[in-house]
Structure formats: structure tokens, C-alpha cells
T-cell receptor, first 113, second 112 residues
Framework: QKEVEQDPGPLSVPEGAIVSLNCTYS??????FMWYRQYSRKGPELLMY??SSGNKEDGRFTAQVDKSSKYISLFIRDSQPSDSATYLC?????????????WGAGTKLIIKP | DSGVTQTPKHLITATGQRVTLRCSPR?????VYWYQQSLDQGLQFLIQ???????AKGNILERFSAQQFPDLHSELNLSSLELGDSALYFC???????????FGPGTRLTVL
């Protein structure tokens, strides 16, 4: 079993829909959680960064962490065709010896006009 | 633009050859990471350097090696290339050991 599981999709939704992207993980020590967006053949770019549990909102994007369920989510409101990309989750435990980022496989998102 | 630069953008070579990929981190960043991404695959962590020293190794083949120079730029050397080495190679940098990683645009390697 992988440490971080992420459905590769593709997930296809109509423009304007609310999108929910998710990752599950097995290591209860993870406390730093990130979402990256990667357009085709481009370098990943950081979208959201959260520490521990709770929600964080930035414009149309909301990141949610549920440490009790070992589950993180990224919500995209009013989705646009320009949101079509692969979304990767990444997480780490932090500290001097557990700081390596563990990556999900990425979910390919397609927003249909 | 993340501030991380990678050269070359594209590289086409033959099996058995050796190539060198170059990465310049963002100004002030001490950590450099190398990743491999094959077609429609996830990111595979290869190696991390921090201030010139190797700090972490992932699934890096023995045919691959890397180093970080005193000016903090890094090079990834790939030798005895095989068809399966064709992929996008990304470099990322961060301020410290565990900070947010910023990715470069990648080098697309094609091995024929």
C-alpha cells in the first residue's frame, strides 16, 4: 500500500461545477499538506499549503485536512476550463529526519466548457 | 515564473549516451531536488542536495548521479541511457530542508 493514495482520474466536470479532489494517507505523523497544480508538460506549481487539521481558503480554492480520517481535500468553486490540469497532493511529517515530501500520483481534472 | 531555471528545455539523444541536465535554484534557496516524470506518471523523487551536500535519495538509478556546486546550481548526470529513461526531469528548490518546493519548467529527455 502506498503512503499516499490519489485517484488518477480523469475527473471530467462541466464549467461552473464545484470540484472535489482528495488524497488519503497512512502515516499519522504527516502534518504538512500541499496541493500542486501541473499543466500539461509544465512544472508543478504550489496552490495551497496547510499545516495540521482544518480549512484554508484562497479565492476559489479551499484545502481541507481531516487528520482523524487521514484524508485531505481540495475544493474548487466555479470551476473554469483553465482549471483543467493535474492536481498533485504532497505531504510530510516535518522535523529533522522526516521532512521528505511524499507525493500522490495526481488527479487529472478536465473542465468542460 | 518560479525563479528556478533548467537547461536545456529539450534533449534528444541515443541509447548508451550520457547527458547532463542543469538547474539553477531560486535566489536564496539552499535545497535542490531532482524528480523524474514519465509519460502520464506521477513525480518520482530522485535526490536532494542541501548547501552542497546530498541529503536524501529516492528511486535514483546507479547510472544517474547528481551534484550541487558552491554557487548552489546543480547538475544531474544520466549515463548509459536506455529508452525507458525518456521522461521529463524536474528540478525544484526550497529555502531549507523542508520548506515549500518551487519547480522549474523541466527538461524533456528523449532517448532514441
Amino acid at each position: 500500500q502506498k503512503e499516499v493514495e490519489q485517484d488518477p482520474g480523469p475527473l471530467s466536470v462541466p464549467e461552473g461545477a464545484i470540484v472535489s479532489l482528495n488524497c488519503t494517507y497512512s502515516n499519522s505523523a504527516f502534518q504538512y499538506f500541499m496541493w500542486y497544480r501541473q499543466y500539461s508538460r509544465k512544472g508543478p506549481e504550489l496552490l495551497m499549503y496547510t499545516y495540521s487539521s482544518g480549512n484554508k481558503e484562497d479565492g476559489r480554492f479551499t484545502a481541507q485536512v481531516d487528520k482523524s480520517s487521514k484524508y485531505i481535500s481540495l475544493f474548487i468553486r466555479d470551476s473554469q476550463p483553465s482549471d483543467s490540469a493535474t492536481y498533485l497532493c504532497a505531504m510530510s511529517a516535518g522535523g529533522d529526519s522526516n521532512y521528505q515530501l511524499i507525493w500522490g500520483a495526481g488527479t487529472k481534472l478536465i473542465i468542460k466548457p | 515564473d518560479s525563479g528556478v531555471t533548467q537547461t536545456p528545455k529539450h534533449l534528444i539523444t541515443a541509447t548508451g549516451q550520457r547527458v547532463t541536465l542543469r538547474c539553477s535554484p531560486r535566489s536564496g534557496d539552499l535545497s535542490v531536488y531532482w524528480y523524474q516524470q514519465s509519460l502520464d506518471q506521477g513525480l518520482q523523487f530522485l535526490i536532494q542536495y542541501y548547501n552542497g551536500e546530498e541529503r536524501a535519495k529516492g528511486n535514483i538509478l546507479e547510472r544517474f548521479s547528481a551534484q550541487q556546486f558552491p554557487d548552489l546550481h546543480s547538475e544531474l548526470n544520466l549515463s548509459s541511457l536506455e529508452l525507458g529513461d525518456s521522461a521529463l526531469y524536474f528540478c525544484a528548490s526550497s529555502v531549507g530542508l523542508a520548506d515549500t518546493q518551487y519547480f522549474g519548467p523541466g527538461t524533456r529527455l528523449t532517448v532514441l
